[in-house]
């Protein structure tokens, strides 16, 4: 709780969590415990969320998963005709 607040007021936020509110990835699963969890993140600022995506990628050779954030780095700078 003590962490949300602060990402909050330096106006972070879980990048994922921001694009899928209710999916049910996760990015480790411990065999010993038989437990699955998100262990990773991915923290972006609140006013770049248009230029981000993001997924978990499932991985079968391992206990972690592969995190994919894509930026689209392209600037609009208008509708310029010549």
Do not use: W
């Not at 969590?17 to 209710?22: N, V």
Request: glycine fraction near 6%.
């Amino acid at each position: 709780m003590v962490l949300s607040c602060i990402l909050d007021q330096i106006d972070l936020t879980d990048i994922y969590r921001t694009f899928h509110p209710i999916a049910t990835k996760y990015s480790f699963f411990s065999l010993a415990h038989g437990t699955f969890s998100r262990i990773d993140y991915i923290l972006g600022h609140k006013t770049s969320l248009n230029r981000l995506k993001m997924k978990i990628i499932s991985s079968i050779f391992s206990g972690h998963s592969g995190i994919k954030l894509e930026i689209n780095s392209k600037r609009n700078f208008g509708n310029n005709t010549n």
